[in-house]
């Protein structure tokens, strides 16, 4: 039970350094694409023919990623490893899509002990979210999707269940290089609970935008996130004592706002760079440097393959890495 006790903790701070753990299944925060990561960790407004996009917003799920499979790798923190597949399919002529997809985080190998510390063994930890997306073209600008989530999870002799849905609306202008989207997701809940108490899942709210600059090669994104929550509680335990950390107005403003730019010269290539100032100040409160929150990437596009890579810094003393590619299983390589 101790070692059960430690590890729930962990699970529950994941990606939320420093603050008060009051949900579980965090993983399902984690970016699932490099082009999403490389811009801050989260965008929901961001049009490309990438189907790891599809985990972030089933809105930008179309008919242009018809027969498309997408698959992402992170390497996290010491031996934590984490991942997506997904693959997409057009229908209903090309007004609609649908794709199938799973996530998944494994946390590594721990060794279980009694409340004396006596080594009784070794047990692993791991979650999975199984997807279904389906989106439809509401016009020829509006969009609007789904995803359903059968969430799992087993820690040893523990295990949880869940459900949850994504559901989300993107508008999209190419004559003037505009998207914009807003997406509620993870709505649900535990149907079944590691003990008798049951915990929330990280239910969001958010409202992004992306802009193409008319005569640079430039498109800058905008995510405003945990709209659903205005503030986050954070511990200090400096000093001996723990207190509740009361930040200031325009600290607690910014903690919502995620900001990233990217450079596209061409249809094949790309760079990116984003800024979160909730995990800057998260990584701070942990004894991180100025760079927490700053993320890095780019990409190519090599035939029916895209390929992308993206520096990421979850934790104060780790950096992670993370790898996404894309395949057009339909389309002939040249």
């Given at each position: 039970m101790r070692s059960f006790?430690?590890?729930?903790?962990?699970?529950?701070?994941t990606a939320v350094c420093a603050q008060t753990g009051d949900h579980v299944f965090n993983f399902l925060r984690i970016a699932t694409s490099s082009r999403a990561a490389a811009l801050g960790g989260h965008n929901i407004s961001l049009v490309e023919n990438d189907a790891n996009l599809i985990f972030h917003n089933p809105a930008l799920l179309g008919a242009e990623m018809d027969n498309t499979?997408?698959?992402?790798?992170?390497?996290?923190?010491?031996?934590?490893?984490?991942?997506?597949?997904?693959?997409?399919?057009?229908?209903?002529?090309?007004?609609?899509?649908?794709?199938?997809?799973?996530?998944?985080?494994?946390?590594?190998?721990?060794?279980?002990?009694?409340?004396?510390?006596?080594i009784i063994g070794d047990f692993t930890a791991n979650d999975m979210s199984f997807n279904g997306f389906f989106a439809y073209d509401l016009s020829d600008r509006w969009r609007g999707g789904a995803t359903g989530k059968f969430i799992y999870s087993a820690l040893d002799a523990y295990s949880s269940i869940a459900l949850a849905v994504d559901l989300g609306l993107s508008y999209y202008n190419a004559d003037k290089g505009f998207s914009s989207a807003l997406a509620f997701k993870n709505l649900g809940g535990q149907l079944k609970a590691y003990t008798d108490e049951r915990v929330k899942i990280p239910w969001d709210v958010q409202l992004g935008l992306t802009q193409r600059l008319a005569h640079a090669p430039f498109r800058f994104s905008m995510t405003l996130y945990n709209l659903n929550r205005w503030k986050f509680n954070y511990i200090d335990a400096t000093g001996g004592a723990e207190a509740i950390v009361n930040e200031k107005f325009g600290r607690v403003f910014f903690n919502h706002f995620i900001f990233g730019l990217d450079f596209i010269p061409t249809e094949n290539f790309w760079l990116g760079i984003g800024f979160n100032p909730k995990v800057n100040g998260d990584m701070k409160r942990q004894g991180g440097g100025?760079?927490?929150?700053?993320?890095?990437?780019?990409?190519?596009?090599?035939?029916?393959?895209d390929v992308g890579f993206t520096y990421l810094n979850y934790y104060p003393s780790a950096a992670s890495f993370q790898l996404s590619l894309g395949i057009n299983v339909g389309r002939k390589s040249l």
């Open positions: 006790l430690s590890l729930l903790a962990l699970l529950i701070s499979l997408g698959m992402s790798y992170v390497s996290y923190i010491s031996d934590i490893n984490m991942g997506s597949v997904v693959f997409t399919k057009a229908a209903l002529n090309e007004r609609a899509a649908w794709g199938a997809g799973v996530q998944f985080i494994n946390y590594g190998n721990f060794k279980e002990a009694l409340p004396d510390n006596t100025g760079f927490g929150g700053f993320t890095a990437g780019g990409g190519i596009c090599i035939k029916r393959f």
